[in-house]
T-cell receptor, first 113, second 112 residues
Framework: DAGVTQSPTHLIKTRGQQVTLRCSPKSGHDTVSWYQQALGQGPQFIFQYYEEEERQRGNFPDRFSGHQFPNYSSELNVNALLLGDSALYLC????????????FGSGTRLTVV | GDSVTQMEGPVTLSEEAFLTINCTYTATGYPSLFWYVQYPGEGLQLLLKATKADDKGSNKGFEATYRKETTSFHLEKGSVQVSDSAVYFCALLKAAGNKLTFGGGTRVLVKP
């Protein structure tokens, strides 16, 4: 049973460019959340998707957008990249709103130069 | 707003030593509490959880007790191994909430 799968694993982009990160949730999960983890810090919540709609959003600018597809997979898009967007982006999946937490993927390491 | 505070690392220990990582939280209501572990180059793995006051979560020799009166969820292990070297994150999830709120993480290094 595959867990949460993220692609690509590493990515280097130039300031001002746009990037798309992808996530396939764990089998049976219908909810996908995205987190940004800057170096040496804890993950910060970006947003959550459920039933193909954004259900909740953290304190991130509109440059960060997402999408969820009918098969529950998800994309995170970041426009007009800044150096400060360099981070590990983690995808987490769950079934509804579980009290036992979320299953995380291994992340996509984004470096903006 | 909700927040989680962890002791700063790095914590350096010898093998078979006792490990404690302090975690306190601020939140209204009765959140669920978690410890996640992150090994180098990897994502987060759920280590243990507790969903109500006085619950004790345990896994792989690690334990943590949900203390409502002190708003704490300290992680302990009686005898650490080199393989326990990782970054540990304390987190909370509000009842009917959607997002995990994480602490800043504590790096643990266990030396042979």
């Amino acid at each position: 049973d595959a867990g949460v799968t993220q692609s690509p694993t590493h990515l280097i982009k130039t300031r001002g460019q746009q990037v798309t990160l992808r996530c396939s949730p764990k089998s049976g999960h219908d909810t996908v959340s995205w987190y940004q983890q800057a170096l040496g810090q804890g993950p910060q919540f970006i947003f959550q998707y459920y039933e193909e709609e954004e259900r909740q959003r953290g304190n991130f600018p509109d440059r960060f957008s997402g999408h969820q597809f009918p098969n529950y997979s998800s994309e995170l898009n970041v426009n007009a990249l800044l150096l400060g967007d360099s981070a590990l982006y983690l995808c987490a999946s769950s079934l509804g709103q579980p009290s036992d937490g979320y299953t995380f993927g291994s992340g996509t390491r984004l470096t903006v130069v | 707003g909700d927040s989680v505070t962890q002791m700063e690392g790095p914590v350096t220990l010898s093998e078979e030593a006792f490990l404690t990582i302090n975690c306190t939280y601020t939140a209204t209501g009765y959140p669920s509490l978690f410890w996640y572990v992150q090994y180098p180059g990897e994502g987060l793995q759920l280590l243990l959880k507790a969903t109500k006051a006085d619950d004790k979560g345990s896994n792989k020799g690690f334990e943590a007790t949900y203390r409502k009166e002190t708003t704490s969820f300290h992680l302990e292990k009686g005898s650490v191994q080199v393989s326990d070297s990782a970054v540990y994150f304390c987190a909370l999830l509000k009842a009917a909430g959607n997002k995990l709120t994480f602490g800043g993480g504590t790096r643990v290094l266990v030396k042979p």
